[in-house]
């Protein structure tokens, strides 16, 4: 997958390893850094989360960097289709994170096909 991946997953120890389980895949499948500092994104679904940070309680990491009224769009989103949406910061490189490019548009697409799904949307 994208740059430093095997980094991204050394940031865990192997105890946050053991209990850590994505609140969209359900897994834990490791995780490939995004553009901001310390962010990354689960090798499964996309979803980023905070790996580290310097003022964030080390016991809070990974933290998940999804709204919670998106939760549930992203695990319908997972359930239909099991696509990688990459939804970590790529602002600064996105021609290195085709996965995330793809992910973006495909989650998109999809959501074009939902707007009732859209929390505060104008859909439905
Ligand atoms: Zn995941």
Redesign the pocket.
Known sequence: MQKYGYRANEALTSEAKDVFR?E??Q?Y?GFNWSDYSGEAM?N????PYQLIDREIPKEELPKRKIKPEWIPVLKRYWEETHEYTGLGNISISPGAYPECVKGRRLFNEWLDEHPDLIPGGTGG
């Open positions: 994505c969209i895949c897994e499948a689960c499964r679904c996309g979803t």
